[in-house]
C-alpha cells in the first residue's frame, strides 16, 4: 500500500552535482562530429619543431646569443601551440576549446596548481638536499650569476 508521497524534486544545485558526478565516472572523449587525431597532433608538432631548429639557427647570428633569442623561442614554441590549437579547434573541430579538448578552468583549479607547484617544488628540495648529502658536499657552479639588468629573467 503507497500512502500517495512522491520525493520531492532534486534541487538545481543537486541536479548540478549528480551532473558533475556522472562527467567525472566517464573519460574524456572528443565528440562525434571531431575530425581530428594523433595525426594532427603530430603534424603540429613537426612544424613547430622544425620552425623551431629554424629559428635556433637564425636568430643567433641575427641577435647575437642573447637572451631575447631565447625568449623568442620560447614565445614562438608555446604560441606555435595556441595558435595550432585554435586553428585545429576551428577547423577541424566545433570551435569550443571546451567541447574539442575538455579545457575548462574551474575557480578551484588555480588553488591546486599551486598547492602541486608548491608541493612538488619541496619534494624536489629534498631529493636535492638527499643527493648533496650522498655526493659530500656543496655544488660548485661554472656559471656566472645573472647580471641584474635582466629584469625579465
Known sequence: MTTGQ????PTP???????????????YTPPDGS?????????????TLALLVVLRGALPAV?????LADLLLWTVFYGGILIALAIVCKRFGTGSWVTDF????????VFIGLGSAIGIR????????????????????NLAPPAPEIGWV
Open 35 to 47: 575530425r581530428w587525431g594523433a595525426g594532427t597532433a603530430l603534424v603540429v608538432l613537426v612544424i
Open 122 to 141: 619541496l619534494i624536489a628540495g629534498m631529493i636535492d638536499g638527499f643527493v648533496i648529502t650522498l655526493m659530500g658536499g656543496t655544488p660548485k657552479s
Open 6 to 9: 512522491t520525493e520531492p524534486s
Open 63 to 67: 641577435l647575437g646569443d642573447t637572451q
Open 102 to 109: 575538455g579545457l575548462q578552468i574551474r575557480w578551484f583549479d
Open 13 to 27: 544545485r543537486q541536479r548540478r552535482a549528480e551532473d558533475r558526478r556522472a562527467a567525472a565516472a566517464l573519460p
